[in-house]
């Protein structure tokens, strides 16, 4: 395993990367270069694991321990698939509290890499000057990266995870240079185990594999993992595909999202997918329980201020553009949802500040 780290150009060898870290930690204001300088320490002391957490976009983040010869198992699968080379400068965006940021850092390890830490806030590059071989970005900094297009076009290839991404944001995506893709993975599988292609004339609708995942099916249609570099065991998910073979499959949405209205399963996703072309506040599809049909569809909209106007005028263009059963029996307007540290929804935690009229 290296021990050594090349960041904003400098290498540093281990004893020179421990006294820089522990001097940031020591005396750096800003806590994100504090947390990525703590996960360096802890990638280089004598733990065969380090400690992560996931997101919390299903439930209630909790504390997990990665192998560190796993995580190095996936820095070399991905660079083997964006062809990774000795020098290159990738831009590290993202907080290293959660796997993405942290992989970001082990890469730049196992590939010696130049890392070019910037604060993972919405704007990343807003200081940028030079070309950027590799980057990860959420979506949100994807969105607001879009208005300086001769920047993010100086990056070559960019990952995009950590959230969905809207049939918009991918629209607009079509126009760059810029090599785009979306991973599909999650904390337990140490980043991701499969990519698709956004743009280009590589752009598809299927997740490929990476490395040496394999896919198949339960009884409820959800994807389950199998890859022996990162998984000890098979890892059954809430993410219901359709599975194209054993390396490919199309994501349809999440098991615990889809909504049973009158015997019709309805994929919220999939209706979201529609909306996105109308909507541009925050929004998504749920269902509640209903005495009539089991379940019943409902539109959940962030909007602060609408009229009764702004309103009728709204509901008639999403209906206009949904099919029957994909209408929602009642839209809500909220001011502001619950999100995870990482940006993404909390649909339950948000349902449950609404009162649902029965």
């Not at 703590?38 to 004598?46: A, C, H, S």
């Not at 000890?232 to 993410?239: A, E, S, V």
């Not at 949405?253 to 009158?262: L, T």
Request: charged letters at 25%; one cysteine or more; proline letters at 2%.
């Amino acid at each position: 395993m290296h021990r050594e780290l090349t960041i904003n150009g400098k290498h540093y060898k281990e004893n020179e990367l421990l006294s820089y870290c522990r001097n940031i930690i020591s005396n750096s204001d800003n806590e994100w270069e504090k947390d990525y300088c703590r996960f360096i320490l802890e990638w280089l002391n004598d733990s065969d694991r380090v400690q992560a957490k996931t997101s919390g976009s299903t439930g209630v983040p909790k504390e997990i321990y990665l192998w560190k010869q796993k995580m190095i198992n996936s820095a070399n699968i991905t660079g083997v698939f964006f062809n990774f080379e000795k020098g290159q400068n990738v831009l590290f965006c993202l907080s290293s509290n959660f796997i993405a940021g942290k992989m970001m850092i082990v890469r730049a390890f196992v590939w010696q890499l130049n890392l070019m830490p910037v604060a993972p806030d919405g704007h990343p590059l807003k200081n940028l000057n030079g070309k950027i071989d590799f980057a990860a970005m959420i979506p949100l900094q994807v969105k607001n990266s879009l208005v300086l297009e001769k920047r993010l076009n100086q990056v070559k290839k960019l990952l995009i995870g950590g959230g969905a991404i809207d049939q918009n944001l991918e629209n607009k995506l079509q126009k760059l240079k810029t090599n785009c893709f979306v991973g599909y993975g999650m904390t337990e599988t140490v980043s991701h185990v499969a990519i698709r292609c956004l743009n280009g004339t590589n752009q598809s609708k299927y997740y490929k594999a990476m490395g040496k995942a394999q896919f198949s099916t339960d009884t409820r249609g959800c994807l389950k993992i199998n890859t022996s570099d990162i998984l000890d065991n098979t890892l059954i998910t809430n993410d219901v595909v359709d599975l194209i073979n054993e390396t490919e499959f199309e994501w349809k949405g999440r098991f615990d999202n889809v909504v049973n209205s009158g015997g019709i399963k309805l994929f919220p996703e999939q209706i979201e997918k529609k909306l996105e072309t109308i909507l541009t506040q925050a929004f998504f599809v749920a269902g509640m329980p209903d005495d009539h049909l089991g379940q019943k569809l409902i539109l959940v909209i962030e909007y602060e201020d609408i009229d009764q106007n702004q309103k009728k005028e709204l509901e008639q263009k999403i209906k206009s553009l949904l099919d029957k059963y994909e209408q929602a029996r009642e839209i809500f307007y909220i001011s502001e949802f619950k999100r995870t540290p990482t940006g993404k929804i909390q649909r339950k935690a948000t349902l449950s500040t609404l009162n649902f009229s029965m």
